[in-house]
């Protein structure tokens, strides 16, 4: 009798396991080990040049502010978080990047998917890298609309990053690829996190960008988001 590492469940004679749909492998101990399938990028669904058109729309909080510049959308953020949900694509499976600059700053920059309207609020899985502390993270979050209170969010999982992976005023493309359970993390189409949450289903992708806790006013250059199917 084996365990499943995620859920705990006993998988007698099983592949995977049918409560969180994770893949096991059996190691030579006799142990069980998650399987994690690689995600690869497939068709195009969408590309948005943010040098030559707006947010989808906007979300904007606690005093943030966009104006735009010959390379992008540059978002000035003073607190809290700043969303742009692209609501006429829904899916459960793909891939979402945001091309962007942290010109300044301790800010975090990169996408949701699988946002979904709970009344008035959101939940979503959220993946994005803050060069300044050269961190990447990974959120399930739940997320109240207009207000920065009653939010709570759960690390899925997170990965410090090398000196030369990121850096403050350098421009990086911040990727999230989802197929069922499995979410992989990339950064300049480097895969940094790849993990197993069986938690949210479909949803539409959206840009995120936060300002660090308790950090200066930060200034955040969106260039272009981009959709992906993934390949089959």
């Known amino acids: 009798m084996i365990a499943c590492p995620y859920c705990k469940l006993d998988l007698p004679g ?5 409560n969180c749909t994770l893949a096991v492998d059996v190691d030579a101990r006799g142990q069980a080990t998650r399987y994690l399938p690689t995600i690869d990028a497939g068709a ?10 707006p947010f989808p729309s906007l979300d904007a909080r606690a005093g943030d502010r966009e104006s735009p510049t010959s390379d992008g959308i540059r978002v000035a953020l003073t607190g809290g978080t700043y969303f ?32 979904e309207a709970v009344d008035e609020a959101l939940t979503t899985y959220l993946f994005w890298v803050c060069p300044e502390k050269r961190v990447a993270k990974l ?3 739940f997320l109240t609309q ?9 690390v899925v ?3 410090e990053l090398s000196r030369d992976a990121v850096a403050v005023g350098r421009r990086m493309r911040v990727e999230l690829r989802a197929r069922g359970a499995t979410l992989q993390g990339l950064v300049d189409g480097r895969t940094v996190i790849h993990t197993h949450d069986p938690h949210l289903g479909d949803g539409y992708p959206m840009v995120a960008l936060q300002l660090a806790g308790g950090a200066s006013p930060s200034a955040v250059v969106c260039h272009a988001l981009t959709l992906h199917e993934v390949a089959p």
């Open 14 to 18: 099983r592949s995977f396991c049918p």
């Open 139 to 141: 959120l399930r979050a």
């Open 146 to 154: 207009g207000s920065r209170h009653g939010t709570a969010a759960e």
């Open 157 to 159: 999982a997170e990965c």
């Open 44 to 53: 195009p669904l969408d590309a948005l040049d943010f040098s030559r058109e």
């Open 84 to 115: 742009s949900p692209l609501t006429s694509s829904r899916f459960r499976d793909g891939c979402a990047a945001l091309h962007a600059t942290v010109e300044s700053g301790a800010a975090y920059a990169g996408v949701a998917l699988r946002c």
